[in-house]
């Protein structure tokens, strides 16, 4: 078993719990423990960084003293907590000019960060440590002839592409063999999805998301699967508020990265939080076996 | 699109220097105006400057138009045009910079208020030390479009059903501490040049 500080990231206890909930239920099987950083906080994302940029390393950098007291890697289901903490962390490790306010407001809350973390995305986690042999393995009930639609969204990929290759990322579709489905390719799938605009711009969200949605119907997907927890949430909004204009391959279901491992575990649809999707009928119906017994 | 006039005496000599002096922003310097980085932006489509044009009114000492400019807050941080700038300049990082400098100078961005949004979100971690998507979205949309508040409800209550937006946010144990954090981090953050 490896030990790893986890970092839900608020996502995980509001939108994305199914997120949360399906990680918690397949890192045991996977030889992962992950232990919750005690009383982390909201790195503050990017909006934060658009307000105040010491208040955003100092918010981070509260979470990586938390964190190196329990473990050397940090783990998050988030890309954006990912790069938000990994920015803060950089900062930290150089020690320069930059590093000296924020060390100060690390006094302040009568915290101290060596600098001993490492700041790692899930699934790059679990593509390179746990692997996918060992993945593989743990299948009882393999994706046979479902089609899935490898979505990576941006921060997973961009402006690092942390173990993957940054011009032709492989890690998801290599899960998706791992756990037996098909790879449903298509062109957009490292295009932004919008969901940062969804409040202050919400019809050119809608217009990105919709471009990608028809992309994905195109590659006649079954499944959709995302390593981000922003990017389902505004694929799922988007598919829900325009089910009557989009088909076919365009609403299928938008699994979270765990969520999708969990059904080849053969795990069941409350402990992978996927009775929380917002058109629940849609993805149960995508989800069932043809040839075997449903596994939900 | 309007073409915008500026005459000399309306730009600010020491905008390029002062743009130059943020984090990352030296290697503005070796901007090509080569134009990929609006090639590659998702957003270019509803923007009046590009990335490329925005760099090239920074350099013109267009302060005012820049700081004003929606193209930061519209910015959707998706490091396109980052990865495929051939001068290595860190556009996203700029953009972020770009928005804080037109926070401290009081400037709004024109036909947006997305810098209210990011303040109120920002407020709301400082206060309960963890995000709440629903309260940053209320009072955002209560005080800034009502309207639209309808459009997203419907969908907004079955994702409550779901439990998937709590309506009070999480607070966190230690906030007497965090509290000090963040104070000493709005201190410091003021003084720097
Ligand atoms: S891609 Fe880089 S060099 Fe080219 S115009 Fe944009 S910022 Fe300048
Ligand atoms: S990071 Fe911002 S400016 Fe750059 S391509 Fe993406 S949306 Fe456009």
Redesign the interface.
Same mark, same amino acid.
């Given at each position: 078993m490896t030990e790893y500080a986890y970092y839900p990231g608020?996502?995980g206890?509001?939108?994305?719990?199914?997120y949360d909930e399906s990680l918690l239920a397949v890192a045991p099987r996977l030889g992962m423990t992950l232990t919750e950083i005690p009383?982390?906080?909201?790195c503050?994302?990017?909006?934060?960084?658009?307000?105040?940029?010491?208040?955003s390393l100092?918010?981070s950098a509260?979470n990586l003293a938390l964190a190196e007291k329990i473990a050397p890697t940090v783990v998050t289901p988030c890309p954006s907590c990912c790069l938000t903490l990994n920015k803060a962390n950089h900062v930290l490790q150089d020690g320069g000019a930059?590093a000296a306010?924020v060390q100060?407001?690390?006094?302040?809350?009568?915290?101290k960060y060596g600098g001993g973390v490492r700041v790692r995305h899930l699934l790059d986690v679990i593509v390179n440590d746990v692997g996918v042999e060992r993945l593989a393995q743990a299948v009882t009930a393999p994706l046979t002839g479902k089609r899935v639609a490898p979505y990576y969204g941006?921060?997973v990929v961009?402006?690092v592409a942390e173990g993957d290759d940054?011009e032709y990322p492989h890690n998801l579709e290599q899960v998706i063999a791992a756990v037996g489905g098909e790879v449903a390719d298509f062109p957009l799938k490292t295009?932004?999805c919008?969901?940062?605009?969804v409040?202050?711009?919400?019809e050119?969200g809608r217009e990105?998301c919709l471009d990608l949605l028809r992309s994905i119907g195109a590659a006649r997907a079954d499944i959709v699967v995302t390593p981000c927890p922003l990017c389902q949430?505004t694929l799922e909004?988007a598919q829900?508020?325009n089910r009557g204009i989009l088909q076919g391959g365009a609403l299928a279901p938008v699994l979270y990265l765990t969520q999708l491992i969990g059904v080849a575990l053969g795990l069941s649809e409350r402990e992978l939080g996927l009775?929380?999707?917002?058109m629940p009928k849609t993805c149960r119906r995508a989800l069932a076996r043809t040839e075997q017994q449903p596994a939900l | 699109m309007e073409p915008e006039i500026v005459f000399e005496a309306q730009q600010d000599p020491t905008f390029y220097d002062a743009v130059a002096a943020l984090?990352e922003g030296e290697r503005l310097r070796s901007c090509l105006q080569c134009g990929s980085c609006g090639g590659t932006c998702?957003?270019a489509?509803?923007l009046q400057h590009t990335p490329r044009r925005l760099f090239a009114m920074v350099r013109a000492g267009m302060k005012r138009e820049v700081l004003t400019s929606l193209t930061p807050?519209?910015c959707?941080?998706?490091?396109?045009c980052?990865?495929n700038c051939p001068a290595g300049i860190?556009i996203?990082d700029i953009m972020? @910079?770009l928005? +804080?400098m037109a926070?401290k100078e009081g400037l709004q961005p024109k036909e947006?208020?997305?810098?209210r949004?990011?303040?109120q979100?920002?407020d709301v971690?400082?206060a309960h030390?963890?995000?709440?998507?629903?309260e940053a979205?209320m009072r955002?949309?209560m005080f800034s479009h009502p309207g639209?508040l309808l459009?997203k409800s419907a969908?907004g209550l079955?994702?409550m059903g779901?439990?998937?937006?709590?309506l009070l946010p999480?607070r966190?144990?230690?906030l007497e501490?965090?509290r000090?954090?963040? @104070?000493?981090? +709005?201190e410091?953050?003021e003084v720097?040049p």
């Open positions: 608020c996502s206890r509001a939108t994305a719990r199914g009383d982390w906080n909201c503050g994302s990017g909006l934060a960084l658009s307000v105040n940029q010491v208040l100092a918010l509260r930059a306010p100060s407001c690390l006094e302040a809350g009568d915290l941006c921060q961009r402006p940054a295009s932004c919008g969901g940062a605009l409040a202050t711009r919400p050119l990105m949430v909004m829900h508020q009775q929380r999707a917002l | 984090p998702p957003v489509r509803i807050w519209v959707s941080s998706c490091y396109a980052t990865v860190k996203t972020y @910079a928005k +804080r926070i947006s208020d997305a810098n949004f990011a303040e979100f920002t971690v400082c030390g963890r995000a709440s998507e629903f979205m955002y949309m639209r459009g969908v079955e994702m779901r439990g998937r937006m709590p999480h966190i144990q230690g501490s965090f000090r954090l963040v @104070a000493r981090a +709005r410091l953050d720097k």
